[in-house]
């Protein structure tokens, strides 16, 4: 029995040309996971996340009822 080639990624990274699974939101480019913010699903190209990223402060632990 042949099992069915359903694991093959249906995309490649524009960037690095390793298989993804995704694609960037914005211009619609195959982007790995690695090229992909997981904040606004663009690729590094589109991302705006470390542009627009502020130094906040690391806020301490909430307490956890
Ligand atoms: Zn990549
Ligand atoms: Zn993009
Ligand atoms: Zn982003």
Do not use: V
Request: charged share 20%; hydrophobic share 25%; glycine share 2%.
């Amino acid at each position: 029995m042949t099992a069915p080639r359903s694991s093959l990624p249906a995309f490649t990274c524009s960037i690095c040309a390793e298989p993804s699974t995704r694609i960037c939101t914005w211009c619609t480019k195959d982007a790995c996971d690695n090229h992909l913010c997981a904040h606004c699903l663009r690729c590094s190209d589109c991302c705006d996340c470390e542009l627009g990223l502020d130094p906040e402060p690391q806020p301490a632990k909430p307490p956890i009822s």
